[in-house]
Nanobody
Framework: QFQLVESGGGLVQPGGSLRLSCAPS????????IGWFRQAPGKEREGVSC????????AYADSVKGRFTISRDNAKDTVYLQMDSLKPEDTAVYYC???????????????????WGRGTLVTVSS
């Protein structure tokens, strides 16, 4: 069974940082592009960032550009989302997903997602 597991969420003050990790079970991450999505209470799930299989292609939502950094370590079979300068509006459940497409037009859609993680909660509050 193909699964993804996120970790690294938690409570952080505004301006703080967190690093989320995404690891696979049942398959290897380097076979897929990986996207990060988030869903805040009462809102739709939105795309945050994605990275291609090789790591050579990356896309970000405008709301996180310059603050979040996506990366992957194929040797460790893990994808990371480094989140800096966090704001209260970043509060959400963050999901990683294996996707068949990653570019500046597809990062925001769930259309190409094949496998979802269960999510990890990020709360930004003082």
């Amino acid at each position: 069974q193909f699964q993804l597991v996120e970790s690294g969420g938690g409570l952080v003050q505004p301006g703080g940082s967190l690093r989320l990790s995404c690891a696979p079970s049942g398959f290897t991450l380097h076979s897929a592009a990986i996207g990060w999505f988030r869903q805040a209470p009462g809102k739709e799930r939105e795309g945050v960032s994605c990275i291609t299989r090789s790591g050579g292609g990356i896309a970000y939502a405008d709301s996180v550009k310059g603050r979040f950094t996506i990366s992957r370590d194929n040797a460790k079979d893990t994808v990371y989302l480094q989140m800096d300068s966090l704001k209260p509006e970043d509060t959400a459940v963050y999901y990683c997903a294996a996707t068949s497409r990653c570019d500046t037009s597809s990062y925001s859609t769930t259309q190409y997602v094949a496998v979802w993680g269960r999510g990890t909660l990020v709360t930004v509050s003082s």
